[in-house]
């Protein structure tokens, strides 16, 4: 089973700082996903990625599957993305399941 | 409006008290499932249904039943709870198995005294 790790676990950082995420897997994938989950608790899918980066307003995600390690930057940080930042990966091996594993998530507070 | 809805929202009931989250999703998506988030254990899938009356379980499938009667509708039964599965519950969906994109819901708080 894949083992997902996350740093930082927490992150406090100041209003327009940049902000970077960081996620490590221990078995090849077939994709990652990251996920946002408000303080309210909906969690929303932010990115999938299978290679590469990709972008999204200022929110920027990026993965090496030599490393098996993906990225996840915040340009010009605002108090409203403030939440915690999950990631999870999704395995090469068939079945029903959905073959996902999470990570633990990264608690982001941006202060204004 | 897109969306998966549960309910209740919060809930909080006694040890062995049979009760129902039900989840339910307007998009016609064929794949629906039930996680369970714990402080320092990340999400965790409980069940997963591939379309109506196929349903199986996911890594901590004990203590919980599921059915999936109609396309929509991915009811989680707990048949006697115990104080163990006070946790968050979400539902989710997505178009077919090999969606990527999946679509939660807005959670359900559930304590068990």
């Known amino acids: 089973k894949n083992e997902v790790e996350q740093s930082p676990q927490n992150l406090t950082a100041q209003e327009g700082e940049f902000i970077t995420i960081n996620c490590s897997y221990s078995v090849g994938i077939s994709a990652l996903h990251w996920l946002q989950q408000h303080p309210g608790g909906g969690i929303v899918s932010l990115f999938m990625l299978s290679s590469g980066k990709k972008k999204h307003g200022r929110l920027i995600a990026t993965i090496n599957i030599q490393e098996k390690h993906s990225s996840l930057h915040i340009t010009a940080s605002h108090p409203r993305d403030s939440a915690v930042y999950i990631c999870a990966v999704r395995g090469v091996s068939g079945g029903g399941a959905d073959g996902l594993t999470f990570g633990k998530g990264t608690h982001l507070i941006i202060q204004p | 409006e897109a969306q998966v809805t549960q309910n209740p929202r919060y809930l909080i009931t006694v040890t062995g008290k049979k009760l129902t989250v039900t989840c339910s999703q307007n998009?016609?998506?064929?794949?629906m499932s039930w996680y369970r988030q714990d402080p320092g254990l990340g999400l965790r899938q409980i069940y997963y249904s591939m379309n109506v009356e196929v349903t199986d379980k996911g890594d901590v499938p004990e203590g919980y039943k599921v059915s999936r009667k109609e396309k929509r509708n991915f009811p989680l039964i707990l048949e006697s709870p115990s104080p163990n599965q006070t946790s968050l519950y979400f539902c989710?969906?997505?178009?077919?198995?090999?969606?990527?994109?999946?679509?939660f819901g807005p959670g359900t708080r559930l304590t068990v005294t």
């Open positions: 989710a969906s997505k178009v077919s198995l090999g969606s990527y994109e999946q679509y």
């Open positions: 998009m016609n998506h064929e794949y």
